[in-house]
């Protein structure tokens, strides 16, 4: 008799997996300088936090991201029984997956610019994540927990239920998401990276925004930056070669002090 894993679980347990693994190949990867936004020893100096105090607060994130999911899964219920008569068409996934995209896209962009145009929120919740003035990939999800609940774990519900993908298919959106979040702030731009090539959206945009002169912009996150350019709030960048090796993302406009 075997034992049988349901999908509602392994969509909880799956994507936690991937940030780990996937977070630890980009890490592997950082010693490589020539593809670097920043040097090593940058890293060392600029970030506020040690990399222990990171691995910690991610791990209780994905503890409250766990338990909720589980919770949710109970309310809405099973669909094991049903999955044999549900449409799993192409074009219903890509339909899910882009409703959840969006989803998530809009109500991360709102969030996260709140958090940074409220002085009180951001002093004693979202400046938590900007001590990683140099990212790197496993610190990707280092939030305090009440950013972490209200931007990574009700984010995620909203976008699991207005898309009306079933658990099954949440694994691999979850799963995706999650990959696109840690290369988001992996630090590095590797040739022939995918996302990269299909996502304005990358880990030199969101470096713009960790570093002093782009915190009032490119809020935009995991995916698109329609936010950012409807809403005024998108900073254009180009990528130079820095004389030691490696790349900098450099901001094109002029940024005013307010």
């Not at 607060?57 to 589980?70: C, D, E, H, K, P």
């Amino acid at each position: 008799m075997g034992f049988a894993i349901s999908d509602e679980l392994l969509g909880t347990i799956v994507p936690i997996v991937v940030y780990w693994v996937y977070s630890g190949m980009y890490m592997c990867l950082g010693s490589l300088e020539k593809y670097r936004l920043h040097s090593g020893s940058d890293e060392d100096e600029k970030n506020l936090v040690s990399k222990q105090t990171v691995v910690k607060g991610v791990l209780l994130q994905q503890s409250v991201q766990a338990v909720v999911a589980i919770l949710l899964f109970a309310v809405v219920g099973s669909d094991d029984g049903d999955s044999a008569q549900q449409s799993t068409s192409f074009i219903v996934l890509v339909r899910q997956f882009v409703t959840a995209m969006v989803v998530l896209d809009t109500w991360q962009y709102f969030l996260h610019r709140y958090m940074h145009e409220n002085k009180f929120l951001y002093r004693h919740i979202h400046s938590l994540h900007h001590r990683l003035v140099v990212p790197y990939a496993f610190g990707a999800l280092y939030n305090h927990p009440v950013e972490g609940l209200l931007g990574d774990t009700i984010g995620g519900a909203l976008s699991f239920l207005l898309s009306g993908m079933s658990p099954r298919t949440s694994i691999f959106f979850f799963s995706f998401a999650t990959i696109k979040t840690v290369d988001d702030h992996c630090g590095l731009m590797l040739p022939g990276n995918p996302f990269h090539f299909f996502f304005r959206n990358n880990s030199a945009y969101h470096d713009i925004h960790h570093q002093l002169y782009g915190t009032k912009y490119n809020f935009s996150q995991p995916f698109f930056v329609m936010w950012d350019r409807i809403l005024g709030t998108y900073m254009p960048y180009s990528l130079e070669k820095r004389a030691e090796g490696g790349f900098e993302a450099r901001p094109r406009k002029d940024v005013k002090d307010d």
